[in-house]
């Protein structure tokens, strides 16, 4: 289940709306077939493993990071693969929460003899799908929020200067969480003044740049910047009002950029609300949405309890009041009111330090 694991990550930020998926055939202590989801979503991880394993998959055991499905959408149920090719034995790490599936795809093989084992290594597969897990349950992508400071938490000098803080290792893990994140959203401060990409550019892949998306309430995104110029080659959302010049949106439109606005201003409070920009990107099939910032952003998606992960990257500087802090003031008045993140993972990136934070009262 340990090289299921590893398989289904490879999916990672290339396979929505659909979950990442890994599987492995074994028979006789042999792995014989291997496969993960594909970008798109399709072929499934079951599939692929048994076009692997051919005819040798008979009497053999798959293991699968995620119930195998037992519906017919766009192809036939992996459930009903797995029967066909005589696999005598599924080991499942945890049951989809899809109600299309939702225990149907282990009613389907018991039924067909098959011996199942469910929940192994279930907190591992929870981990590696947490946002296909909230989209389904609680209708929101998983939120990741990088951030790449100094000691003191400063994202920059109080002039704007930014570039860099951080050594290009440790910005490398940033292009890494890119690729495998669905999404990258910021706010309309970091794409004015910093006019940035958003794109993956480590080696081998470039391909796996995700959405671009920024919060732009006002239309103030320049026609010139990067997120507008690129919008053709990589694909492009604003979530805006869009009740301000029709001119403008038309121009953005025309460049490639769609804007996503609310259909009832009266249900995002006379404005937008985050919750509900939580909700319309689930909506459209996002389950992992990297938050790049700036601070205003930030401190927006903390005040709704919205950041499920937390990627810190911090330098050995340190600016004190002469930088811009990671996060604006954001509403804490007591101790109780501010969000808890436990501690997943550290590592040293150079002369950086990389700390990996999970919000402590996020319950899937």
Not at 55 to 84: D, F, M, R, W
Not at 213 to 233: W, Y
């Amino acid at each position: 289940m340990k090289v299921a694991l590893k398989l289904a990550k490879r999916g990672l930020g290339n396979v929505w709306p659909n979950p990442a998926v890994g599987c492995v055939i074994v028979k006789e202590d042999t792995i014989i077939g291997r496969g993960w989801t594909q970008p798109g979503g399709r072929p499934h991880a079951e599939t692929e493993a048994l076009s692997r394993a051919g005819q040798t998959a008979e009497g053999a055991t798959a293991y699968v990071t995620l119930e195998p499905c037992s519906h017919y959408g766009k192809t036939p149920p992996c459930a009903n693969a797995l029967i066909e090719a005589n696999i005598s034995r599924v080991v499942i790490a945890v049951e989809d929460p899809d109600p299309r599936v939702s225990g149907q795809g282990i009613k389907m093989l018991k039924e067909a003899g098959v011996d199942v084992l469910l929940n192994v290594c279930r907190d591992e597969a929870l981990e590696v799908n947490e946002g296909f897990f909230l989209k389904v349950l609680k209708n929101r992508p998983l939120f990741t929020m990088k951030m790449a400071t100094t000691l003191d938490g400063k994202i920059a000098v109080h002039t704007g200067e930014s570039q860099w803080i951080t050594e290009a290792p440790t910005r490398q893990q940033g292009h890494l969480l890119r690729a495998n994140h669905d999404a990258i959203m910021v706010g309309i401060g970091t794409a004015t003044e910093d006019n940035p990409q958003l794109t993956c550019r480590l080696p081998g892949l470039e391909h796996h740049s995700p959405v671009r998306i920024v919060v732009d309430r006002r239309m103030r995104l320049p026609l010139t910047s990067q997120l507008v110029t690129e919008a053709h080659r990589i694909p492009t959302w604003m979530v805006t009002l869009g009740d301000q010049d029709d001119i403008r949106a038309e121009a953005y439109r025309e460049a490639g950029i769609e804007l996503i606005i609310p259909s009832d201003v009266t249900q995002t409070e006379g404005g937008i609300t985050l919750d509900w920009v939580a909700e319309e990107l689930a909506n459209r099939g996002l389950t992992r949405v990297l938050v790049e910032g700036g601070s205003h952003l930030a401190a927006a998606m903390l005040r709704r309890n919205l950041v499920d992960r937390l990627s810190w990257m911090r330098a050995p500087r340190i600016m004190g009041h002469d930088g811009i802090p990671v996060v604006q003031a954001f509403g804490v008045d007591h101790l109780e009111d501010t969000p808890f993140f436990d501690q997943s993972r550290r590592f040293e990136s150079g002369n950086d330090l990389v700390e990996i934070y999970r919000r402590r009262d996020l319950d899937i």
